[in-house]
């Protein structure tokens, strides 16, 4: 049993094919310990494929293992957020075929927090302006929320289901 405290989160799978889907759900109820039953839509940006999302309460940290356990399809586009909770900080995962998993924290209002280690490691390998830029958009996940984008768009006004961790 965890002793950290409860957290929500919100899970977005962008895409699926539609074979995958009861894994994905499989995999989600796997992770929160109870079963999920997503409510799959159409997904315009990429026919033939389906999306759904979830909100979930659980502890703290469910997040990274909500983002590994969907990892595994790696034709899925998902995303995977965490509130922040007193002690711990937010969380955001996005994962793009052909980019992979990325991982990041988060304030209270959801902007991406650059931590000062990750800062002394950009300035002491990335010297020149335009390798700087670079290694700045991957620090703020620039490439996954252009890959991301135009599916999350494509899911405004989907309907969304709220899950609880039991136990």
């Not at 900080?89 to 994962?95: A, S």
């Not at 020149?128 to 490439?143: I, K, P, S, W, Y």
């Amino acid at each position: 049993m965890s002793t950290r405290g409860n957290t929500r989160g919100v899970v977005y799978v962008h895409s699926s094919p539609s074979a995958v889907c009861p894994h994905v759900e499989w995999a989600i109820s796997g992770t929160l310990g109870t079963r999920v039953d997503l409510k799959w839509t159409a997904q315009p940006a990429a026919p033939g494929q389906l999306r759904a999302e979830c909100n979930w309460s659980a502890p703290a940290g469910t997040a990274a293992k909500l983002a590994a356990g969907l990892k595994a399809w790696p034709m899925l586009r998902f995303e995977v957020t965490e509130d922040p909770s007193p002690g711990v900080d937010g969380e955001r995962y996005c994962y793009a075929p052909g980019l992979g998993l990325w991982h990041g924290r988060t304030s209270a209002n959801g902007d991406i927090v650059v931590g000062e280690d990750q800062l002394r490691a950009l300035v002491s390998r990335a010297r020149a302006g335009e390798a700087f830029a670079h290694r700045v958009d991957e620090l703020l996940a620039t490439n996954w929320d252009e890959a991301l984008e135009p599916f999350r768009h494509a899911g405004d006004g989907a309907p969304v289901t709220w899950l609880h961790r039991v136990g």
